[in-house]
């Protein structure tokens, strides 16, 4: 192999690679946020021909473009996007696999970091922190929140001015995993042997059906439970 050769390197199809500026460039997007995109798994790592020097597949253009698409039509963390590349990289139509996505993942507003989520829930930095150890605040992304983050801050927020403990409410993800479980014990058993598509439309189906019946069953439950008190007491 050339000296030349070595300095710019070509993919499989003898494609020649991108340097970081004709990738920005290309894309509109910046420096960091590719490299960010390489630590999560979503862009193939380049080749480093330098410690200074990279270059990245042409396939990153197309990639980047889909992802900021994505992310600006669904709001999608980026942990479901890389599940959505996966199966483009298979050959398969994600078109039903975003819809999925999207209603389980879509947010209604911009991501908020801890500082956001702070200031537009009332709650301080360690009411916050607390609430992520204890698993009662679960974001998607680490230091990342959405719109049902925000919704929960501001009823922990409620919680804490009428003096309720946040270890009384450690049952709510305690049986929302277990709840979960069952639910994916069922998708499972009426999935196998569907083909990617079907098993994503089919996945979406039984999503929403659940969370509808997690609603009526839990308001239900809490229903019949308080008609049977006689006044505030049982």
Sequence with gaps: MTKDALKKPVTKNNQPMLKMKQLTESTGVAKSTILLYVKKGLL????????????????????????????????????????????????????SLIALQSMLFGSKMEK??????????????????????????????????????????????ICFSLNVKPDDLNF????????????????????????????????????QLARGLRAYFIDRALQNQLISFKGLKK
């Design 172 to 207: 709510y993800p305690k049986f929302a995993k277990k709840i979960v479980a069952n639910e994916i014990r069922i998708r499972e058993k009426y999935t196998t042997g569907l083909d990617f598509k079907e098993n994503a439309s089919l996945t979406l189906e039984l999503t």
């Design 112 to 157: 908020l970091n801890k500082t956001d989520l702070c200031r537009e829930s009332e709650l301080t930095l360690s009411q916050l922190e607390f609430l992520c150890k204890k698993d009662l605040i679960s974001p998607i992304e680490h230091n990342t929140f959405d719109d049902q983050d925000l919704a929960a801050a501001k009823l922990f927020k």
């Design 44 to 95: 193939p790592k380049p080749i480093k021909t330098s410690p200074n020097m990279a270059y990245y597949d042409p396939i990153c253009i197309d990639r980047v473009i889909f992802i900021k698409k994505v992310q600006s039509s669904h709001r999608l963390p980026l942990a479901a996007i890389k599940g959505l590349i996966k199966e483009m990289d298979r050959g398969r139509d994600v078109s």
